[in-house]
């Protein structure tokens, strides 16, 4: 029960109500498209992901843990508490850079919105057309918590967009499955808000195992806990978002407008926005590897042709990935590696020995990465200006202001199809793969999520 002595901004009050009814208003089918591809890719990410090292240590600690058996951990046959598979899964989804994104707000929705839908879906015997409607919410809360807190000065206050997001993306998804009325939706809102984390240091990881967790584990299992601790009668503060230092008093660096949480809200749907990467990399070199592989697919070049190769690419990206220490986000290693093998797999984009290749390094040596501030904007489109000297005198020149991917040039349904087999094919073979994408591209017709448990279960 709301207690009389707290006030409840009108922006609190119209995001409630609508967290608490969402799930009966209907998808417009070019959304409801749009979720299952990527949900489609989130699959994908978290059943590849689970044979990766952070997923290989989340499987040691939840199966440790043990748990009532409620929802399934992917590609496992293990089954554990909700909260359990969510941070497993979460883990998983983000464990190789090819799980999807959303640029405006430098969040990843699907690796913590979609383990802690499933999580709650398994656990209640849900459908599909519930499931993939929560997800759809779990975005846009996502989404305009980081529009509220501005997502570039929040990373240079030392916060990370994503952590905080996808917590608050994962708690609303969660909480409208557990048919929370709108007053435990506020209070699900101030224990996501409790147990908001995650800090840029996540990037000096080279073993990506502290990124996973930050960005994808740790968000799925706090929202999904959130909600559940509500579920259990848990009371709080009834609206975290404003009253004495509340939430963005405490979080956000500069003056923000706290209505941009509601604004467009059920109109504007921002999975739309979101992108999907074509490449296994971090986000911001999904441009520069589509303006090479652009070039080297029309002239032919060899690494060996090539005496320097600029990539000018928006300049608050990258800081993102310029010289990391993990291959999967450093811009120059992976142009690197693209110009000896003439593209880059899944495999190559995480092998670690061939940073410390002498022919990668050579060929590295060659790469420069220019930060462009006219090419910054606010979209985060996957832009890249490359030029490119070669030895015989000549200079190519490539670019795109909207790299495939991007929600301005999307990938398809079979695009993504073939993206997702190539993923999870070597883990569960290729029948039990297709039977898998053939169940989740007809995600609205399936009565119990849980029946999905036996396709991706290894």
Known sequence: ??????????????????????????????????????????????????????????????????????????GTRIVTSATHAALAN?????ADET??????????PGTSVVPAALAIGERNRL????????????????????LTLKPMPFLRSGHHAGATGQLFGAAAAAGALLRHNAARMRHTLTYAAEQTAGLYIMFRDPEHVEKAYA????????????ALMVAHGWTGVDD??????????????????RDDMIRGLGQKYEILRGGIKRWPTGGPIQGPMHVLRELIEKHGIKSADVEKLIARVPDKELEIVNNRDMPDICLQHLLAVMLIDGTVTFKSAHDF??????????????????????????????????????????????????????????????????KALDLIAP????????????????????????????????
């Open 127 to 146: 459908s599909g057309a519930v499931l993939l409607r929560a997800i759809v919410l779990g975005y846009d809360i996502c989404a305009r918590m980081l």
């Open 427 to 458: 883990i569960l073979g290729k029948q039990r793969s297709r039977s898998l994408l053939a169940a989740l591209w007809n995600l609205n017709e399936i009565n119990d999520v849980r029946s999905l448990r036996r396709l991706y279960a290894r």
């Open 1 to 74: 029960m709301t207690s009389p002595a707290q006030n409840i901004s009108p922006m609190m009050l119209e995001l409630s109500e609508y967290l608490a009814s969402a799930l009966k208003r209907p998808l417009p089918p070019e959304v409801n498209d749009r979720a299952k591809i990527h949900v489609v890719d989130t699959f994908a990410a978290m059943i590849s992901g689970s044979r990766l090292l952070p997923g290989k240590r989340a499987i040691q600690y939840v199966k440790a843990l043990g748990g009532k058996p409620e929802a399934g951990v992917m």
């Open 353 to 418: 020995r061939r940073m410390h290749d002498p022919a990668v390094r050579r060929v590295r040596s060659k790469v420069e990465a220019v930060g462009d501030p006219a090419l910054t904007d606010f979209e985060r489109r996957w832009r890249c200006v490359m030029e490119i000297r070669l030895k015989d005198g000549r200079v190519l020149h490539g670019q795109t202001m909207a790299a495939k991917g991007s929600y301005e040039n999307p990938l398809t349904r079979a695009e993504e199809e073939k």
């Open 240 to 257: 975290p978002f404003s009253g004495e230092r509340d939430f963005f008093f405490t979080f956000a660096p500069e003056e923000i407008d």
């Open 90 to 94: 979460g883990m998983f989804g983000h």
């Open 99 to 108: 799980d999807d994104t959303h640029p405006p707000t430098l969040t990843h």
């Open 215 to 226: 960005m994808g584990g740790m968000p799925a299992h706090n929202g999904t806990a959130a």
